[in-house]
């Protein structure tokens, strides 16, 4: 590799942004989580799948927890990580995902509203 490689990996490599921290209750006492806003091609994916729902919503509840447990799966990091905390999967069964689900949805408006801004997100060429 040369330098600029390592360069330009150590950069696309780096963690998400920080959107704020926030503290939960856990069995051994207070801890702190990141919500970290995802980068465009995340971002891209998700936003795609909740205007999907949302044209074929029909009242559906399981869908609408499919879709906050993605968006606070990949949100939702350990201080100081570098993968998320919590598995799709994992996070359903999590006592505070009600508690930062709105921090998540959130991360994901500040991430879309500066893409936007920048006119390289799908909704501004919708």
């Known amino acids: 590799m040369t330098e ?4 330009k990996n150590s950069l696309l490599t780096a963690r998400w942004r920080l959107f704020r921290t926030v503290t ?3 069995t051994s006492g207070p801890q702190q989580l990141d919500i970290r ?7 891209k ?3 795609s799948k909740l205007k999907a729902a949302k044209k074929e919503d029909a ?7 499919d879709l906050v447990c993605e968006v606070a799966a990949k949100c939702v990091w350990r201080p100081g990580a570098v ?14 995902l009600s ?28």
């Open 4 to 7: 600029n490689d390592d360069f």
């Open 24 to 26: 939960v209750e856990s």
């Open 37 to 43: 806003i995802p980068p465009p091609n995340v971002l």
């Open 45 to 47: 994916e998700l936003l």
């Open 59 to 65: 009242g559906d509840d399981g869908t609408a927890l």
């Open 83 to 96: 993968r998320h905390l919590f598995t799709t999967e994992e996070i359903v069964a999590w006592p505070f």
């Open 99 to 126: 508690a930062v689900q709105g921090d998540c949805f959130e991360a994901l408006r500040a991430a879309s509203s500066v893409e936007a801004a920048r006119g390289n997100s799908e909704t501004t060429r919708t």
